[in-house]
């Protein structure tokens, strides 16, 4: 049976002083998430559902946040520890990765292997120049729009010193200009009313509406967060960003670096000396606010501005399958506030889109890098012992796949069938997760037991949601 190579020693590094300049510094891979996650739930799936069944089904986002959030600190906990991302740990489990690297790869192709917001993307750059929305005379400009935001994505990263770097700065620029429009025209232009409204939505717990659409629902609980193998790949981010003994472990550089940047396919441990216990502790205080302070507050403000403004401007009822509540949005505050709101709406929609295509994009040629750099050998004396040689060839596959797979449905379609598969990941890497962090860490630094009994809610509750909707799509 193939296994992973066992851990080494080494010394866990000191992180910097925590003070908020450093806090800035440090902290990052929450922005990406946040960045990839703001397209699907926020954008599509939370505006359709409150306008269709009301806001007082939000409380399925909260829910989803604070599980979500749970999750990726326990991942988050892994790599610190050991280095290497969470999918790696899971590895190790019996079997080995004769079993789980297929099984992870397979779920990471079945759940964002599809391009949910590139056609969307292509939509918002024919309408800003067109003045229109486009009909089915355009869907060959359409179509080459498309294929220049595969090649958009591709060439941004590109450059830079890793990958990972490239795609946080690209992401802070994204996530500003999308929450800073967002809060203008909603502190301008939604009545004080539909803010309490809305907000109230968000604690509202109680019974799903009678015919409600199961699959939308299990693609909010999953999307209003970042859902499967977005909560995985953080991991790989904290591991490319170096936190706690990442930063022995080395990053993916991007194909212009000048630098022979290494991965170890594998990680290494420390000691729980005293001394080092003290560093954990700050490092995880960096951890808790990349993904406290700044992700998953992200997810609530997000949400909450996406479905105030869409629930204030579009009637109930309303079908938002096939329009989005993005072109409604922009056509709404053009004609009834100014014009220019058609191409500034559009602009942040652009944005709103692209960020969500270039995260999801990165998350799938990432996770598959790193599940074969260190689950196959062969594949690593192939790539000649950079990673990126991997990952830049699984790049111009994963574009060509996108290519072709591109016009399989629309946004929201692709959307629920990328939130659905994200809760089945979701649910089983849990059990995973909660196996690795109280079986393979040292005890001093597994999680306790409220965490523990986090994610076995987090399993049960995506699993129950799962079952539901596939009895739902069956029956």
Not at 3 to 15: G, K, N, Y
Not at 281 to 286: M, N, S
Not at 435 to 454: A, D, I, K
Request: aromatic share 12%.
């Amino acid at each position: 049976m193939q296994t992973l190579a066992p851990w080494e020693i080494r010394e866990l590094p000191d992180p910097p002083p925590f003070s908020v300049r450093n806090l800035f510094r440090v902290i990052g891979p929450g922005a990406i998430l946040l960045a990839s996650s703001i397209g699907g739930g926020e954008w599509l799936v939370g505006p359709a559902i409150a306008v269709e069944y009301g806001r007082g089904l939000l409380w399925i986002a909260t829910f989803a946040i604070l599980l979500q959030l749970l999750f990726n600190l326990e991942a988050i906990r892994y790599t610190m520890c050991t280095g290497e991302p969470v999918v790696t740990g899971f590895m190790r489990l019996w079997p080995g990765p004769r079993l789980w690297a297929p099984v992870y790869a397979a779920l990471c192709v079945a759940q964002v292997g599809l391009p949910a917001m590139a056609a969307g993307t292509a939509t918002t750059i024919f309408a800003t120049f067109a003045g229109r929305m486009p009909g089915s005379e355009d869907s060959g400009v359409l179509s080459v729009a498309t294929y220049g935001v595969l090649a958009l994505v591709l060439v941004l990263l590109l450059f830079g010193d890793t990958v990972e770097r490239t795609l946080e700065r690209v992401s802070w620029v994204m996530v500003v200009f999308i929450f800073g429009f967002l809060a203008f025209v909603n502190a301008f232009f939604v009545p004080a009313r539909d803010w309490a409204s809305t907000l109230g939505g968000f604690f509202a717990v109680g019974a799903l509406p009678d015919g409600v659409d199961l699959p939308l629902v299990g693609a909010l609980a999953a999307s209003a967060a970042s859902g499967g193998f977005g909560n995985l790949a953080i991991s790989n981010w904290f591991r490319d960003k170096g936190f706690g003994m990442a930063a022995h472990s080395g990053a993916i550089a991007s194909a212009t670096s000048s630098r022979a940047i290494r991965v170890a396919p594998t990680g290494s441990v420390f000691r729980p000396t005293a001394a080092n216990l003290l560093r954990w502790k700050r490092w995880w205080q960096y951890a808790r606010a990349d993904q406290v302070g700044l992700w998953a507050l992200g997810c609530f403000v997000g949400m909450f501005l996406n479905v105030n403004l869409a629930a204030s401007v579009i009637p109930p009822g309303t079908d938002l399958s096939q329009i989005g509540a993005g072109a409604y949005q922009a056509e709404y505050l053009a004609l009834n506030l100014w014009r220019g709101f058609w191409y500034l709406a559009l602009l942040n929609g652009f944005w709103v889109l692209f960020s969500t295509h270039l995260g999801n994009t990165e998350i799938l040629v990432r996770m598959l890098t790193d599940i074969v750099w260190a689950g196959s050998p062969a594949i690593r004396n192939i790539a000649r012992v950079h990673a990126r040689t991997l990952y830049y060839a699984l790049f111009g596959a994963c574009t060509l796949w996108f290519a072709a797979a591109v016009q399989w449905g629309t946004a929201m379609e692709l959307m629920k069938w990328l939130g659905n598969a994200a809760g089945f990941v979701l649910a089983f890497s849990s059990v995973q997760l909660l196996l690795v962090n109280t079986r393979l860490l040292p005890r001093e630094l597994r999680p306790p037991l409220w965490r523990r009994c986090g994610l076995a809610v987090c399993a049960i509750a995506y699993g129950g949601l799962f079952i539901a909707v596939v009895r739902s799509l069956l029956a």
